[in-house]
């Protein structure tokens, strides 16, 4: 059974950082692409960063340059490092894993399985 468990959500100040961690179970993360993405309220589901089995990656405009993705394939735990945080980086964020395919695409329909979830927070 394929589980996967955010944490490390919580809030902070604009301009501060957090790191967001997702441990994945039931099946191996680093043979699949896994993917980080975010909903505001109101707001539909977006793709943030997503990184494929050979390490590759691929950014959300609005966060390029400013959050990482990477993971520990000895762990099988994915992250998700956020830097220089704005107030729009508020919003509930969800690891999910594509389980068919080892090419990383930041499409929310490709992907079968999605952790709980984990609220991040950050004030101006």
């Known amino acids: 059974q394929v589980q996967l468990v955010e944490s490390g959500g919580g809030s902070g100040q604009a301009g501060g950082s957090l790191r967001l961690s997702c441990a994945a179970s039931?099946?191996?993360?680093?043979?699949?692409?896994m993917a980080w993405f975010r909903q505001a309220p109101g707001k539909a589901r977006e793709g943030v960063a997503c990184?494929?089995?050979?390490?590759?990656?691929v950014y959300a405009d609005s966060v390029k340059g400013r959050f990482t993705i990477s993971q520990d394939t000895v762990k099988n735990t994915l992250y998700l490092q956020m830097n220089s945080l704005k107030p729009e980086d508020t919003a509930i964020y969800y690891c999910?894993?594509?389980?068919?395919?080892?090419?990383?695409?930041?499409?929310?329909?490709?992907?079968?399985?999605w952790g709980q979830g984990t609220q991040v927070t950050v004030s101006s």
């Open positions: 999910a894993a594509d389980l068919q395919r080892s090419v990383c695409i930041l499409s929310s329909q490709l992907y079968t399985a």
């Open positions: 990184i494929d089995r050979d390490g590759d990656t």
């Open positions: 039931g099946y191996t993360s680093s043979r699949y692409s």
